[in-house]
DNA sequence: AATACACACAACCGCCGGATC
DNA sequence: GGATCCGGCGGTTGTGTGTAT
């Protein structure tokens, strides 16, 4: 590779004379034998840049290793799996729901208490609407949040569950099964669902990522938020369309990258 | 010292999309 | 238009090493 390049990887295996296919001499020079690949353990930043575009983006670890040079998308998948899951995990089990923080509404704990809804850095954010109005980065993150203030957009994502997802660092994403994952509580109280598997058709139920992107809103108390949302919102409108978080602009995503927590959001706790 | 266990990391596997024939 | 090849990706497994018992 150092001679002649990146070319044919089928071509590398034959020349090389090894015993391995050119997908396997590929992935090898990819995650190990490439010269500019940085070793040793992820640094405090690095790891925050990962929890935060792991929160917009997924698993989609190729293009998380984008935003990492020297670090390969394996590198970062073993990392999360093994290390920066395991440490939610525990910070999720360690945390007390029941708390007598004052920050966090009643509401929000027993979201907690249910869901293990927490981040990693311990701060209980639960953005809501009235953030939309008022921070800029929740704007950035729904182009037409003027005029359609409601979840809807084109890119099939809403504000609330922009944030819900940005801030869902528990490692499940959107990826929240038939639970709560994430909850809104500025006196509407409005929850965020992934729907029951049994809600969808065959055709959903079969591709399972589909069902992972996508979530339903219930307005459970039917105050209207701008006059928008109603009972008639509640439910399946969303089945059926994927979030498309590859679409959003990940240089305005990154702009908060650093330092966590985000001040805007805290303010308005 | 031997064994069991946990962890980190490299490698494998299956799927997908694009290019080419 | 279909078949095949190739590269890329994400999920999972295998393996070596360190630590606890």
């Known amino acids: 590779m150092l001679t002649n390049g990146q070319g044919c990887w089928s071509d590398v295996a034959r020349n090389a004379g090894l015993q391995r296919c050119g997908k396997s001499c590929r992935l090898r020079w990819i995650n190990y034998l490439r010269p500019d690949l940085k070793r040793g353990a992820f640094s405090p930043q690095e790891e925050e840049i990962i929890v935060h575009l792991h929160s917009i983006l997924g698993n989609r670890w190729s293009q998380i290793s984008a935003h990492l040079p020297g670090r390969t998308d394996n590198e ?31 509401h929000n704990k ?4 249910g869901t293990g809804f927490m981040s990693m850095f311990e701060q209980e954010y639960f953005p809501t609407y009235d953030d939309l109005s ?45 639970e709560i994952f994430a909850s809104v509580d500025n006196g509407r109280k409005r929850e965020l669902h992934a729907p029951p598997l049994e809600s969808f058709g065959e055709d959903l139920k079969s591709t399972e990522n589909t069902i992972h992107r996508n979530i339903s ?18 439910g399946s409108f969303w089945i059926g369309e994927e979030l498309k978080v590859g ?17 805007d959001f805290q303010s308005s706790i």
């Open 217 to 234: 809103i219930r307005n459970n108390n039917n105050n209207n938020m701008s006059g928008n949302i109603n009972s008639a919102d509640v």
């Open 76 to 106: 970062i998948k073993n990392f999360w799996n093994s290390t920066i899951k395991k440490r939610m995990k525990h910070l999720s089990s360690t945390a007390s729901p029941n708390a007598s923080d004052s920050s966090v509404s009643e």
């Open 110 to 113: 027993d979201v907690m208490a």
């Open 134 to 178: 008022s921070n800029s980065f929740l704007q950035s993150m729904v182009p037409n949040h003027t005029e359609n203030p409601l979840p809807m957009l084109k890119h099939g994502r809403n504000a609330v569950g922009a944030a819900a997802g940005y801030f869902d660092l528990t490692g499940s994403g959107f990826s929240g099964d038939n």
């Open 247 to 263: 679409e959003w602009d990940l240089e305005i995503l990154m702009k908060d990258v650093s330092p966590f927590p985000l001040p």
